[in-house]
């Protein structure tokens, strides 16, 4: 993947999940949040920055290997150093 789609998939994906998290606050204040939009909130918010953190991790191992572009085994090593960190929060309650 070229550093120029990475960055666009970035920003769109990072863009939605904002919306998202503005959509739930601001319904939530109006007092007009439906049942439905709450049950799927955190699944919205996991499925749009998960992926973008993914490519945002890969795109600095990419810069810092001096690859032309995001190969499938620089998001391999991304998506590892998400799981560590998932396993680290997970092992310590660091981040609680």
Known sequence: MNYSTAKWL??????????IIATYFFMDEKGILPSLFVDVFVPLVFLTWLPA?????????ARGKKEDKISNKTLGRSAVVIAALFA???????FN
Do not use: K, M, V
């Not at 970035?10 to 919306?19: C, D, V």
């Not at 953190?53 to 191992?61: A, D, E, H, T």
């Open 10 to 19: 970035i920003g769109i994906l990072f863009t939605i999940g904002l919306l």
């Open 53 to 61: 953190l993914l490519l945002i991790i890969g795109l600095l191992i």
């Open 88 to 94: 680290f929060r997970w092992l310590t309650g660091y």
